[in-house]
């Protein structure tokens, strides 16, 4: 039998009150593509940030090629021959795409060299990048290319990727698998971690399957249906999100001729938005990432201010009061970077609670915070949306990504808003949580709410949506029913053919 390039054997992590991995055991060979599949908080990036050296094993050992490897930082996983491309981009918006390069590179050429070899390099894997262009200015599929080229230049034998897709447009997910393919026929490696079986079962050869930290299968995912696979990771079958179709009532929200300058250099301006939900409505809101979603939620939210009849909620302008005065109101939002926007990272579970939940769970009175209601507050939408956590006072920071996930948008559902607008409410989150936050959603509608999805996974808004728009460069396409819709009409929206309903239709 020939060595496989990394040997994991009986790898164990414990943080206080969790085990994140126990016992794990597995091999990669040489130029497998092999899948790292589990639900949020099964210990898929405890184990590959051991595997990087950000994180010691409390047990167990690692080989690399036979020998023993023990990385106790990630400049020794690199020189091993390791690299990783992030779930969350680490590049500087100011600086270009050479100097965002260089900046992770241990040993970086002078600036032109690198420059010269960032184009060699691009085009080589078919990911072609100008290393002058300002990293502000390109779009999220533009930055991946760059931590994937500072990644190539290092010439790794193992590769890493913590979600690479969850940014990317279709199109834009099949160069990636291209250029996936095209390492593996050299003879690298990739581990792969994504909640996109299909994907998984177009790309990966093998499959690990982790429940709670422990290895509880192995599979050829080319084998297996997506279905099975998501069964395999959760342990039983899986729930599909149903709904029940319900008469509209009256107009719960209304944006009429919304436009807002670029709050930054490298932001999107608003450009004439209408939008009308009515309770029971879900309006899905499509659209690349970078066209205006976040200036959408922040227009909707309060944090940008508008004209006050711009924004109107239940008949009542909003457009010129703050987030605080709308949620008064009932109108709630949750917002896409969980980590930084919609929870405080260092802040415990409870604190993150009476942030927004403050006015409407009365968590406050007469300037003092009620602490043990707070918390109480914070144990329900734990408890509600199955958030894996040892408790309350734990600090954002340390939950999984999709744990974080489900405690943000359940902290909004929980208070019952009569408008709710999500941006990616089911980013990063493995199958079963995600039905669980789309049939909460659906449940939202079903009360009586208006609901706005803002959401770059189209299979998404076709399963909740009542009708679907398309958001291009800060103009939103007029409205259409979801039923009968086809994923070419919607590509078409996408593209911008705003207005041009006889050719999409
Ligand atoms: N620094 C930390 N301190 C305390 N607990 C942690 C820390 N990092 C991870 N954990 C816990 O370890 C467990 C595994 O988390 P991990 O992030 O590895 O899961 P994951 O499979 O990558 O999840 P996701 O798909 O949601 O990203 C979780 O219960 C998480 O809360």
């Given at each position: 039998m020939t060595t496989p390039l990394l040997s994991l054997q009986g790898l164990t992590k414990e943080y206080p009150g969790v085990?994140?991995?126990?016992?794990v055991t597995f091999d990669i060979g040489e130029g497998e593509v092999h899948a790292l599949l589990g639900e949020n908080g099964a210990g898929k990036s405890t184990l590959v940030k051991m595997i990087y050296g950000l994180v010691r094993p409390n047990a167990g050992t690692m080989r690399w090629r036979g020998e023993a490897y023990e990385p106790h930082a990630p400049a020794q996983a690199r020189a091993s021959g390791v690299a990783m491309v992030f779930q969350h981009f680490s590049l500087f918006d100011a600086m270009d795409v050479a100097e965002n390069v260089a900046l992770g590179m241990d040993n970086p050429p002078p600036i032109r060299e690198l420059a010269a070899k960032i184009t060699e390099v691009s085009n080589n894997y078919g990911l072609?990048?100008?290393?002058?262009?300002?990293?502000?200015?390109?779009?999220a599929g533009e930055r991946q290319r760059v931590e994937i080229i500072r990644c190539l230049l290092q010439d790794p034998q193992l590769l890493i990727m913590d979600?690479?897709?969850?940014?990317?447009t279709p199109q834009e997910v099949d160069i990636l698998f291209r250029t996936l393919r095209q390492l593996r026929a050299e003879g690298k490696s990739i581990l792969y971690i994504s909640h996109k079986l299909e994907e998984i079962r177009a790309l990966c050869e093998n499959a690990t399957v982790l429940r709670l930290g422990k290895v509880v299968g192995k599979a050829d995912p080319r084998q297996e249906s997506a279905r099975s696979l998501a069964e395999m990771m959760v342990g039983q079958v899986l729930h599909q999100p149903s709904r029940e179709a319900a008469a509209p009532g009256k107009t719960l929200l209304e944006v009429t001729n919304l436009s807002l300058p670029p709050q930054s250099a490298f932001g999107t301006s608003l450009k004439e938005i209408n939008i009308t939900v009515r309770a029971g409505e879900i309006l899905g809101i499509g659209g690349v990432?970078?066209?205006g979603q976040d200036e959408l939620l922040g227009a909707l939210s309060g944090e940008m201010r508008s004209a006050r009849e711009a924004v109107r909620m239940a008949g009542e302008p909003v457009g010129h009061i703050g987030p605080t005065a709308r949620r008064a109101l009932g109108l709630l939002c949750a917002p896409e970077?969980?980590?930084?926007?919609?929870?405080?990272?260092?802040?415990?579970l409870s604190e993150n609670a009476l942030l927004t939940g403050a006015y409407r769970e009365r968590l406050v009175k007469r300037g003092f915070v009620n602490w043990g209601k707070t918390r109480k507050f914070a144990e329900r939408v734990i408890e509600t949306f199955d958030v894996r956590t040892p408790g309350a006072h734990v600090a954002a920071r340390a939950l999984s990504g999709g744990n974080l996930q489900k405690f943000v948008i359940g902290r909004e559902i929980m208070q019952r808003p009569s408008v709710l607008v999500v941006n990616q409410p089911t980013w990063g989150v493995d199958a079963s949580a995600a039905a669980a936050i789309r049939q909460a959603l659906l449940d939202l509608a079903a009360a009586g709410a208006a609901v706005v999805v803002i959401s770059q996974d189209l299979d998404e808004i076709l399963e909740v949506a009542d009708s679907f728009a398309a958001l291009n460069a800060g103009r939103l396409s007029a409205p259409r029913p979801v039923q009968g819709l086809t994923m070419d009409q919607i590509g078409l929206l996408l593209g911008g053919?705003?207005?041009d309903s006889d050719a999409a239709a």
């Amino acid at each position: 039998m020939t060595t496989p390039l990394l040997s994991l054997q009986g790898l164990t992590k414990e943080y206080p009150g969790v085990v994140a991995n126990s016992d794990v055991t597995f091999d990669i060979g040489e130029g497998e593509v092999h899948a790292l599949l589990g639900e949020n908080g099964a210990g898929k990036s405890t184990l590959v940030k051991m595997i990087y050296g950000l994180v010691r094993p409390n047990a167990g050992t690692m080989r690399w090629r036979g020998e023993a490897y023990e990385p106790h930082a990630p400049a020794q996983a690199r020189a091993s021959g390791v690299a990783m491309v992030f779930q969350h981009f680490s590049l500087f918006d100011a600086m270009d795409v050479a100097e965002n390069v260089a900046l992770g590179m241990d040993n970086p050429p002078p600036i032109r060299e690198l420059a010269a070899k960032i184009t060699e390099v691009s085009n080589n894997y078919g990911l072609p990048l100008d290393p002058d262009r300002m990293v502000g200015d390109l779009s999220a599929g533009e930055r991946q290319r760059v931590e994937i080229i500072r990644c190539l230049l290092q010439d790794p034998q193992l590769l890493i990727m913590d979600e690479p897709t969850s940014v990317l447009t279709p199109q834009e997910v099949d160069i990636l698998f291209r250029t996936l393919r095209q390492l593996r026929a050299e003879g690298k490696s990739i581990l792969y971690i994504s909640h996109k079986l299909e994907e998984i079962r177009a790309l990966c050869e093998n499959a690990t399957v982790l429940r709670l930290g422990k290895v509880v299968g192995k599979a050829d995912p080319r084998q297996e249906s997506a279905r099975s696979l998501a069964e395999m990771m959760v342990g039983q079958v899986l729930h599909q999100p149903s709904r029940e179709a319900a008469a509209p009532g009256k107009t719960l929200l209304e944006v009429t001729n919304l436009s807002l300058p670029p709050q930054s250099a490298f932001g999107t301006s608003l450009k004439e938005i209408n939008i009308t939900v009515r309770a029971g409505e879900i309006l899905g809101i499509g659209g690349v990432a970078g066209n205006g979603q976040d200036e959408l939620l922040g227009a909707l939210s309060g944090e940008m201010r508008s004209a006050r009849e711009a924004v109107r909620m239940a008949g009542e302008p909003v457009g010129h009061i703050g987030p605080t005065a709308r949620r008064a109101l009932g109108l709630l939002c949750a917002p896409e970077e969980r980590l930084g926007h919609a929870a405080a990272p260092d802040m415990s579970l409870s604190e993150n609670a009476l942030l927004t939940g403050a006015y409407r769970e009365r968590l406050v009175k007469r300037g003092f915070v009620n602490w043990g209601k707070t918390r109480k507050f914070a144990e329900r939408v734990i408890e509600t949306f199955d958030v894996r956590t040892p408790g309350a006072h734990v600090a954002a920071r340390a939950l999984s990504g999709g744990n974080l996930q489900k405690f943000v948008i359940g902290r909004e559902i929980m208070q019952r808003p009569s408008v709710l607008v999500v941006n990616q409410p089911t980013w990063g989150v493995d199958a079963s949580a995600a039905a669980a936050i789309r049939q909460a959603l659906l449940d939202l509608a079903a009360a009586g709410a208006a609901v706005v999805v803002i959401s770059q996974d189209l299979d998404e808004i076709l399963e909740v949506a009542d009708s679907f728009a398309a958001l291009n460069a800060g103009r939103l396409s007029a409205p259409r029913p979801v039923q009968g819709l086809t994923m070419d009409q919607i590509g078409l929206l996408l593209g911008g053919a705003e207005g041009d309903s006889d050719a999409a239709a």
